[in-house]
């Protein structure tokens, strides 16, 4: 928001304090005693010019109406037709100061559509209690009438005439039923809904207007050119300039972010790109002063990058070029790395064991995030490859990664790894010795028993090693009772 659009707002803010309390005291008789008088300057009329305020494009909304009587109601004790009444004055006295909205949102399932896509996105009830200033006991009831809701649907009842008829939705909004299945039924109908949702609650915390689609092809831009170019080059892209620093106009031509904004004015996109920075949406990489995207916003991208990706890594991989690594190579390194990491998923996802390959010739080379999820994919695939990268990985000077090499061979469970073990069993790390112990449980090598009792004799190790070791021997003395039957 401009700063002159801010100091304005704060000035229409303290003059809506200001007509509340004439209300309260003049209008509506009260309070008279000092104690009830300092609630009402230090608590109710703060409370009531931010959620005016911050719902300011609501004021001739129903249901922002109801949810302002509960408010009054169930937050400072007002009884409910006392707040009723209230509440149209308070309003009218809002419109008064504030005016109305250029974009009005009246239908009333708008308050509900900020209240649903919070819960959805994975707000918790003070945080929505916080931004919106909607009182927690009408969020909480919301919150159960919609999980009751689900339930029912879940069962396989889904139309809102069987739902309306419905004991178990008796007294709930007979306009809240309806809003709830068609906002179930959008994941259905919308591809990606969920990142869209998210979009969404930017934008609405930016105070933009922008479409939804709009800021996640901004994202998508800002991932081609990650860490390429600085938030002035940024702009230039999304407004569509040609300047001396574009040296390739058929590569960013290509750049989904391309001219998109190439309405805004220059500064608007400079404050938008300050916006998402200041939010921690987009990172300024250091030295270098460029730009990439937080992992929030790299959330939003996923579905639509990550599957084409996948498609791309797969193709050169089953291509018979002597370059196929090195190019497989490119498109890991240098990218995002929670793309990258969700890549990593996509692929295991598709059970593709030649990329392991690729797994094999990173490791090192991505940061250690990416190498940590390289280490699970060798567990959940396997293979010869994978027994190669995790037996270096278990001598890693890392401990997380260490750790993570046992858990993977205890995935894989393959006799290979039976002295990396072993020699596991020394780490200095407990963590890494207990993950040491129950992979070698899943190894199933009675030969190991006789190292495990050592261990367990030692009166100086760690408790979790300790119980990790006795649950290992056990299932290694019962493997053995199973051999030596059979024998």
Not at 181 to 188: A, H
Not at 226 to 249: E, H, M, P, Y
Request: overall charge neutral; aromatic content about 8%.
């Amino acid at each position: 928001m401009d700063i002159k659009l801010k100091l304005g707002r704060a000035a229409e803010e303290e003059q809506l304090a200001k007509n509340l309390e004439k209300l309260f005291l003049e209008e509506w008789g009260g309070p008279k005693s000092t104690l009830a008088l300092a609630f009402l300057n230090e608590t109710v009329i703060p409370a009531l010019t931010y959620v005016l305020s911050k719902n300011w494009q609501f004021l001739d909304n129903p249901t922002f109406s109801d949810i302002l009587t509960t408010k009054l109601n169930s937050q400072f004790a007002y009884p409910p037709v006392f707040a009723q009444g209230l509440t149209v004055d308070i309003l009218n006295c809002a419109k008064g100061v504030l005016g109305r909205s250029a974009r009005p949102q009246n239908h009333p399932w708008q308050p509900w559509e900020i209240i649903l896509r919070l819960l959805t996105i994975g707000y918790r009830l003070p945080d929505i209690a916080q931004k919106t200033g909607y009182p927690e006991v009408y969020l909480e009831l919301f919150r159960k009438q919609y999980y009751r809701l689900q339930e029912i649907v879940d069962s396989g009842i889904s139309s809102e005439e069987q739902l309306l008829a419905r004991r178990e939705l008796a007294g709930i909004d007979v306009k809240l039923i309806p809003f709830m299945v068609d906002f179930r039924n959008r994941f259905n109908i919308f591809k990606n809904y969920y990142e869209r949702l998210q979009a969404e609650q930017i934008i609405m915390d930016a105070n933009l207007e922008m479409e939804p689609d709009v800021l996640i092809r901004i994202f998508e831009g800002i991932n081609q050119v990650d860490k390429q170019v600085n938030a002035a080059q940024f702009a230039d892209i999304l407004k569509g300039s040609r300047t001396a620093w574009l040296t390739s106009d058929s590569y960013y031509a290509r750049t989904v972010g391309y001219g998109l904004l190439s309405n805004w004015p220059k500064k608007h996109i400079s404050d938008l790109i300050g916006y998402l920075l200041e939010n921690n949406l987009l990172i300024n990489d250091f030295p270098a002063d460029t730009l990439s995207l937080s992992e929030q916003a790299s959330g939003l991208i996923i579905p639509l990058v990550v599957p084409e990706l996948a498609d791309e890594v797969q193709a050169v991989l089953r291509s018979k070029s002597k370059d196929r690594i090195s190019r497989c190579l490119a498109l890991f390194q240098g990218k995002n790395p929670e793309i990258v990491v969700h890549l990593v998923r996509e692929l295991v996802q598709r059970r593709d064991t030649s990329i392991l390959l690729c797994f094999k010739a990173l490791q090192r080379r991505v940061p250690k995030k990416v190498y940590l999820q390289l280490i699970w994919a060798c567990g959940q695939l396997g293979g010869k490859d994978a027994v190669s990268l995790l037996s270096k990985a278990v001598q890693d000077r890392d401990s997380a990664i260490r750790v993570k090499a046992c858990q993977a061979m205890g995935k894989m469970a393959d006799q290979a790894f039976y002295f990396a073990l072993i020699s596991a069993l020394e780490d200095p790390v407990a963590l890494v010795r207990e993950n040491a112990v129950l992979a070698l449980g899943k190894l199933k090598m009675v030969s190991a028993l006789k190292r495990l009792e050592l261990m367990i004799g030692n009166p100086v190790e760690e408790p979790q090693v300790l119980r990790a070791a006795r649950e290992t021997r056990s299932i290694l003395v019962r493997e053995k009772e199973q051999k030596e039957i059979y024998e």
